[in-house]
């Protein structure tokens, strides 16, 4: 651990302000709350490590102070409760209210793992909007700063912080209890907190925004946040599918782009530069999923296509009709006009282009898809290998105008002027 207190304070937080955050809505009952306490161990933090020194167990000092500050205001909410009633407040007025309890508080009970999960399930509870959802998870489990998830996704700093005040102020007013749901409930809320940990992961495979062609530091936080849930529901076969797909998408980082940052396809990677490493981690966690029984839910089987492209030597020896097939199952259980296109491309690979090109010529006349670039994009690319190569320059171009990318932009448009004869 660093000695320069400022650099520790930034490393600890990082590293463990969900845990403290967690710790303390569990006293209080608020993650809103929680954060504000949270952040006040912060602020002692910095007014106290200049001159004391740096704790041995800086993690468990911040924890401590937290809850410290957390029983401070939760003596004064009873001594107001008791006040209120010497003055014969109409305690019916107050609703459910309970006076707390927090005697054991400070107890040396582990809980910070159920303390996570109930966190995970809080940031992500169907009350909130699906943006909100992403930026107060990236804020409380996260621990990225509102300027740092505002770069992230390239929007404005107040557009974020509204949301996160505002997701917070929902969760209160609803009354959103600090829990883990159970029985039937819990499906449902876990499906939305796997949707949102890879909605996090896209964002930073292939940014909808900006500049960059991909954003690896939100792979990262997706894989970090989906292995501490998977630590945490280890008998979800759906958790295990989910990290799965992101450890074998993430493994192709380095060949996705060259030494500019311009973007490299799927077929014309260096297989070579794909990691090994997190292949292997990913096809462990697909064996854990699937020796969980019971039907492969969508992560699993889109997992399961992963693997098929990180078990194939080259793009040419990929087992296109096995893709398919899995497209076709994944169709049953997640049906979406994507993924209809994502099996009309694998059919146009296994089957061919004049096999393919109906399939999403039927897409592009539904107009569901009408604003989704990689719609245009795929058509182009089965009219390139039909030879009509007029119209496949211009659903280039179509695509281009499309997305918000400017490396995908600038790809698209090199892709249609290689088309002009």
């Known amino acids: 651990m660093t000695r320069d207190p400022q650099r520790a304070i930034d490393a600890v937080w990082r590293i463990e302000s969900a845990k403290i955050i967690g710790g303390v809505a569990r006293l209080v009952r608020d993650v809103g709350l929680a954060e504000e306490l949270a952040q006040d161990a912060l602020v002692a933090a910095l007014e106290h490590w200049p001159t004391d ?43 459910d209210h309970v006076v707390p309890d927090f005697s054991n508080a400070l107890d040396d009970r582990d809980d910070i793992g159920d303390d996570l999960l109930r ?9 909130l909007a699906q943006e909100a959802q992403v930026a107060l998870t990236l804020r409380l489990l996260g621990g ?6 505002a770069r992230a996704f390239v929007l404005p700093e107040p557009t974020i912080a509204q949301r996160i005040v505002r997701a ?21 809320r876990l499906a939305a907190v796997l949707a949102v940990i890879y909605l996090i992961f896209n964002e930073g495979y292939a940014a909808t925004s900006g500049e960059d062609w991909m954003r690896p530091a939100l792979c990262d936080e997706a894989l970090r946040l989906g292995r501490v849930l998977a630590q945490l529901a280890p008998h979800s076969a759906e958790v295990h599918g989910l990290i799965a797909l992101m450890e074998i998408q993430a493994s192709r980082t380095r060949a996705r782009t060259d030494a500019a940052g311009r973007p490299i396809l799927l077929l014309e990677q260096d297989r070579s530069r794909w990691d090994r490493l997190l292949i292997g981690r990913g096809l462990a966690s697909l064996e854990r999923a699937a020796a969980l029984g019971g039907e ?21 020896e990929t087992d296109w009709p096995q893709i398919v097939a899995l497209y076709d199952a994944l169709a049953q259980r997640l049906p979406s006009p994507v993924v209809e296109l994502n099996r009309a491309v694998a059919v146009g690979m296994a089957f061919g282009a004049q096999t393919a090109l109906p399939l999403v010529d039927a897409l592009v006349a ?13 058509r182009a690319d089965l009219l390139v290998k039909l030879g009509r190569l007029g119209e496949a320059r211009r659903e280039f171009e179509r695509a281009a105008t499309l997305t918000r990318n400017q490396r995908e932009r600038e790809l698209l448009l090199e892709r249609a002027r290689a088309r002009l004869s």
Not at 178 to 188: H, K, S, T
Not at 366 to 378: N, S, V
Request: with cysteine.
């Open 119 to 127: 966190l995970m399930f809080a940031a992500c509870h169907p009350v």
């Open 168 to 188: 917070k102020r929902t969760l209160a007013a609803a009354r959103v209890p600090f829990e883990v749901p159970r029985g039937d409930a819990l499906a449902g």
């Open 296 to 316: 492969r839910g969508p992560y699993e089987l889109q997992a399961d296509i992963a693997a098929c492209h990180a078990r194939a030597p080259s793009a040419a």
């Open 366 to 378: 539904g107009r569901q898809l009408d604003r989704y670039h990689l719609l245009y994009a795929a």
């Open 144 to 149: 990225l700063s509102t300027t740092d998830i």
């Open 53 to 95: 020194g740096i704790p041995d167990n800086p993690g468990a000092w911040l924890m401590a102070t937290a809850k410290n500050r957390a029983l401070d205001h939760l003596r004064q909410q009873a001594l107001h409760w008791r006040k209120q009633q010497e003055l014969g407040a109409d305690a019916d007025a107050r609703g």
